[in-house]
């Protein structure tokens, strides 16, 4: 700590601590980020369970630094294998004092981000903010769908305690859980990993899900666009949605805002597609029915297909 002119105090501090037993921060290991995911989930258990019901949060977001991630991120499916363990052995103690688990979910879900600001608190990098949910957050929604408030388990500053909070998912926007830091682990109802076999890391990003390439016939423009995440949005290019990492923005009048949604469908391996356009959207020469943006209505989209948004952009979808 520098001394300020005229700061006795810290004259003092200079004179009674030798430099080299003076606390200088500790680069963030993965056994912090396990023991934090460890305490964010024991703490739940406390909140959450209800009765004779044992209820507790299976879904987790953490948020680090961008350098701290890119550093961690091999050691990823480690720290999520490791704390599914100890999930399990902080159930095995618990359970006997319930008459039965309510797990709310089928599977574990972990995803990593990174952002140097969260809900007005700087992420450094020595920091980690964990935030536990009992279901998960679609992360790729709309703006629309985030306009709310989540009720999660997440460390109160104040405190430094895990405990349950209300947070304003509008405060996830900036932040882009790419697939590549996206894990599910399916949970065992006998409290056991299965020797890591469970572990699914969501696919790769080094070639994408999709790859699509789209031609704007009003501009005689084409570019190409590598779907990264389960869930994209197309949309006009237009101001409020600069700050989606999922959404493909096409710069043209003929695109509505938003105009579609391609998802991965995790249970069966396919993709899908909603139109939301009072435009025509057809999908290899088929009219697909438009649907409301907080109801989609999901079609199929073939491994290699041609969609055609208002008889003008046309995209080639190529499942990689």
Not at 236 to 263: F, M
Request: glycine content about 6%; charged content about 25%; some cysteine.
């Amino acid at each position: 700590m520098k001394r300020r002119p005229g700061d006795i105090w810290g004259a003092m501090r200079n004179w009674l601590v030798p430099e080299s037993t003076r606390e200088v921060p500790v680069p963030l290991t993965n056994n912090d980020m396990l023991h934090e995911l460890v305490d964010c989930f024991d703490g739940s258990c406390k909140t959450e369970s209800v009765g004779a019901s044992l209820v507790f949060n299976m879904h987790f977001l953490v948020i680090l630094h961008p350098d701290v991630y890119e550093q961690r991120l091999p050691s990823f499916p480690v720290v999520v294998k490791e704390a599914v363990k100890m999930f399990y052995r902080k159930l095995e103690g618990y359970k006997k004092n319930y008459e039965d688990l309510a797990p709310v979910s089928s599977h574990w879900q972990f995803r990593f981000g990174p952002a140097t600001e969260f809900n007005g608190e700087t992420i450094g990098p020595y920091d980690l903010k964990i935030v536990g949910m009992l279901t998960g957050i679609r992360t790729g929604a709309p703006a629309a769908d985030r306009r709310h408030t989540a009720k999660v388990t997440m460390k109160s500053k104040a405190t430094n305690v895990f405990d349950k909070m209300d947070i304003n998912l509008d405060v996830l926007r900036h932040i882009h859980f790419a697939e590549s830091g996206n894990f599910t682990v399916k949970f065992s109802n006998d409290l056991t990993l299965g020797g890591g076999s469970l572990l699914k890391q969501a696919r790769n990003l080094d070639g994408g899900l999709a790859r699509i390439e789209y031609h704007l016939g009003d501009k005689n423009k084409s570019d190409v666009y590598t779907m990264k995440d389960t869930e994209i949005v197309i949309a006009r290019k237009e101001p409020e949605n600069q700050g989606y990492n999922n959404y493909l923005l096409i710069e043209s009048n003929y695109v509505s805002n938003p105009h579609a949604r391609i998802r991965l469908n995790e249970a069966s391996g396919k993709f899908q597609i909603a139109s939301f356009s009072a435009n025509e959207t057809r999908v290899n020469e088929v009219v697909i029915a438009r649907s409301d943006v907080q109801s989609p209505r999901w079609f199929y989209l073939e491994p290699q297909s041609q969609i055609l948004l208002n008889g003008i952009i046309t995209l080639e979808f190529k499942q990689q």
